[in-house]
């Protein structure tokens, strides 16, 4: 493995685990987070337990896709006082964006070298 595939591989590794930490935090939690208080205006015994299920099933959907994890993100910061961590949906597009860009350089060179030669 040469050195830009081993930073390739760390920078997908290192999005993969913070994915799945969150992943675990939110497995573990029977309420929601404390910027999600402050985004609904209410402590979770306030939730009608009929929206409490729901609203703990949301996270994981989201997490998987940083496009809907970012809108979900916007709608919240900017339609309400709480302040979402932006900083885990950065690091993670910017791992992951790393990532690929060092994964398909050699792929890249390979292609052109095979038009050439046919």
């Known amino acids: 493995m040469n050195t830009k595939t081993k930073i390739a591989f760390g920078c997908y590794f290192t999005a993969i685990f913070a994915q799945a930490a969150a992943g675990v935090v939110y497995l573990s939690r029977d309420a929601f987070m404390p910027y999600h ?24 959907v989201l997490l998987t896709n940083y496009a809907a994890m970012s809108y979900a993100m916007a ?3 900017m339609n309400t006082p709480a302040e979402p961590p932006w900083a885990f949906v950065i ?28």
């Open 37 to 60: 208080a402050v985004a609904v205006g209410m402590s979770w015994q306030e939730v009608p337990a009929s929206l409490q299920l729901l609203i703990l099933t949301v996270p994981f």
């Open 75 to 77: 709608l919240v910061d």
């Open 91 to 118: 690091c993670g597009v910017f791992l992951t964006v790393t990532a690929c860009v060092l994964s398909f350089k050699k792929r890249k060179a390979w292609f052109r070298s095979s038009l050439r030669s046919e």
